[in-house]
């Protein structure tokens, strides 16, 4: 792994992580129950997207492993 | 583009909008200048990461245009 991948690997696991850390807390709110419907629409999609991100920087960082 | 891709790609598209508009979100916040320093480190790497997510879709997209 060369010094560019290193630092490139560094920022994708940091992105991950946080992105992850924000997921955590979509499905926390998803489980409460508590949200009204265009809030519940709006982390719904959040949730999905935050997913979404967090398996395309997986992908990425198996490439670069 | 055959079915799969475009179903694909209208799940990227709709998180990549999903994930730009908290993204500006976190920018908007920044510029307000008024969160203490932990949540400004919070919003900072959350801002950064979210950057990094649109990038990655956006790189993905390009694949299956």
Redesign the interface.
């Known amino acids: 792994m060369n010094q560019h991948d290193r630092l490139h690997r560094k920022?994708?696991l940091?992105?991950?992580e946080?992105?992850a850390s924000?997921l955590r807390k979509c499905l926390k709110i998803q489980q409460g129950g508590k949200l009204r419907s265009p809030q519940q629409t709006l982390n719904d999609?959040?949730a999905?997207?935050?997913q979404?991100?967090v398996d395309?920087?997986e992908e990425?960082l198996k490439g670069i492993r």
């Open positions: 920022e994708l940091d992105a991950q946080s992105l924000t999609r959040r999905k997207s935050l979404i991100a395309l920087i990425r």
